[in-house]
């Protein structure tokens, strides 16, 4: 602890920061950071924690079905979820990132907020 702020750290990406963090400060920086080039040094780490959380849903859902990732980023997890038979839609505020999912990966993402994504979930079949 510094000055009575915590110091943090992700169990997964080995992330380190300050608990609580400036909110407005922490908003822009995740609409504007390169988050391809942020998680590619990481991808295979990753690739192994998301392959154990999607065993964990499967293992609640029995089979799979659809699926929604909100804070997707760039779309990791939710290429690892098509590729597992998953119908896959995700929203991340990140305009670089969920532009990447969509051109690079095809895949079904909004830029925005959970609410920005209520009228994508519905047309899911």
Partial sequence: MIDGVRIVQCRVCD???????????????NRTRDLVAHF???????RIHFELRLAKILAIAGRPGRLLDVGCAAGAFLT????????TVGVDVNTLATAYARESLGLDVVT????????QCRGMK
């Avoid at 590619?40 to 990753?46: T, Y």
């Avoid at 690892?80 to 119908?87: N, S, T, V």
């Fill in 15 to 29: 992330l380190t920061y300050l608990n609580p963090r400036d909110e407005a400060e922490i908003a822009e920086r």
């Fill in 40 to 46: 590619a040094p990481m991808a295979r780490r990753q």
């Fill in 80 to 87: 690892l979820a098509c590729e597992r038979g998953w119908k």
């Fill in 112 to 119: 925005g907020t959970l609410g920005d994504i209520a009228e």
